[in-house]
């Protein structure tokens, strides 16, 4: 089952440093998304592709973060300057707009812990 | 912005009773969908409702959405121990939200036997 897969898992790193994680969506998911989930909450929508273009993108989401899908396939978020409080799960979601609803389909999330 | 509630925060039940989480938004919504988290797990889909005062069944689920389509609710009947997680609402605004979803802020189940 080739499923919505991100690396890494796990993430640990210092205050300061850059981070990038990636995420290989279904085979043929047009749409990706970026969420982030703290412990207790909700995921929390950062932004969406539409094949290679960027189409929204939360106001939560600072300069410090980017995030490109090149090819229209994969994607990666990068956080720079990594901050105690982007200690979090980074969730990636993909869907198809060949189908009705958009039914979003999770990917196990990078739990990334500054320090 | 756009806020997504939901009641009760947590609900310890004992097996066989039943649960009711209930999701209310501050926008009109286009539509609903709702997803199970096991505990260390991720989102999953579970469905995604669509008209005014829709009911939709899935086995011992029961989802309902308000005719104003800003809230809805998921029953489930003699829960289980394996209903145990988090379920999250999440919806579209109906306008000026573009594709985002917001979810909401979950509802956390344990089932005891």
């Known amino acids: 089952d080739t499923g919505v897969s991100q690396n890494p898992r796990h993430k640990i790193t210092k205050r300061g440093q850059n981070v990038t994680f990636r995420c290989d969506p279904i085979?043929?998911?047009?749409?990706l998304y970026w969420y982030r989930q703290t412990l207790g909450q909700g995921p929390e929508f950062l932004t969406y592709?539409?094949?290679?273009?960027?189409?929204?993108k939360s106001r939560l989401l600072s300069d410090r973060f980017s995030a490109e899908r090149p090819k229209g396939s994969f994607s990666t978020l990068e956080i720079q300057r990594t901050e105690q409080g982007d200690s979090a799960m980074y969730l990636c979601?993909?869907?198809?707009?060949?189908?009705?609803?958009?039914?979003?389909?999770f990917g196990p999330g990078t739990r990334l812990t500054v320090l | 912005g756009q806020q997504v509630m939901q009641i009760p925060q947590y609900q310890h039940v004992q097996e066989g009773e039943d649960f009711t989480t209930y999701c209310n938004s501050s926008?009109?919504?286009?539509?609903i969908q709702w997803y199970k988290q096991r505990p260390g797990g991720h989102p999953v889909f579970l469905i995604q409702?669509?008209?005014?005062?829709e009911v939709k069944k899935q086995k011992r689920l029961t989802f309902q959405f308000g005719e104003a389509k800003k809230n809805s609710s998921l029953h489930i009947t003699a829960t289980q121990t394996t209903d145990v997680g988090t379920y999250f609402c999440?919806?579209?605004?109906?306008?000026?939200?573009?594709?985002?979803?917001?979810f909401g802020t979950g509802t956390q189940l344990k089932v005891e036997l």
């Open positions: 979601a993909s869907s198809t707009t060949r189908l009705a609803g958009d039914t979003q389909y």
């Open positions: 085979s043929e998911h047009n749409r």
């Open positions: 409702l669509v008209k005014s005062g």
């Open positions: 926008t009109t919504l286009s539509n």
């Open positions: 999440a919806g579209r605004r109906l306008t000026g939200g573009g594709n985002k979803l917001t």
């Open positions: 592709f539409q094949n290679e273009a960027q189409l929204e």
